[in-house]
């Protein structure tokens, strides 16, 4: 699988971004697909992951109610909508596609995106 991010940018804090990351190559409803993020300085943590179904999804604390992620399996697509953006939100974010949600969640990946630059200012 091939992962491609977009959607980063520079953004006041308070608003919002959307996050694409478009999959080819094998099959994408076989893999649980999530995001994490790496800010400058520190370790890359999970952000959120969503089912194979897009029926059920996990957040990191730290963004629980504030990101929403997303699947279009007819699009091979997953979002990561991203409101109320804090200065602590600023990082590279990658999309990542895994076997399950609890191996994912632990940063077992199977396949990581390129990574896209979120930058939140005040």
């Known amino acids: 699988v091939q992962l491609q991010a977009s959607g980063g940018g520079l953004v006041q804090a308070g608003g919002s971004l959307r996050l694409s990351c478009a999959a080819s190559?094998?099959?994408?409803?076989?893999?649980?697909m999530g995001w994490f993020r790496q800010a400058p300085g520190k370790e890359r943590e999970f952000v959120a992951v969503?089912?194979?179904?897009?029926?059920?999804?996990y957040y990191a604390d730290s963004v629980k109610g504030r990101f929403t992620t997303s699947l279009d399996n007819a699009k091979n697509t997953v979002y990561l909508q991203m409101n109320s953006l804090k200065l602590e939100d600023t990082a590279i974010y990658y999309c990542?596609?895994?076997?399950?949600?609890?191996?994912?969640?632990?940063?077992?990946?199977?396949?990581w995106g390129q990574g896209t630059l979120v930058t939140v200012s005040s």
């Open positions: 969503v089912t194979k179904s897009g029926a059920y999804t």
């Open positions: 190559g094998r099959t994408f409803s076989s893999y649980v």
């Open positions: 990542a596609a895994g076997g399950s949600t609890s191996r994912l969640r632990l940063g077992a990946v199977d396949y």
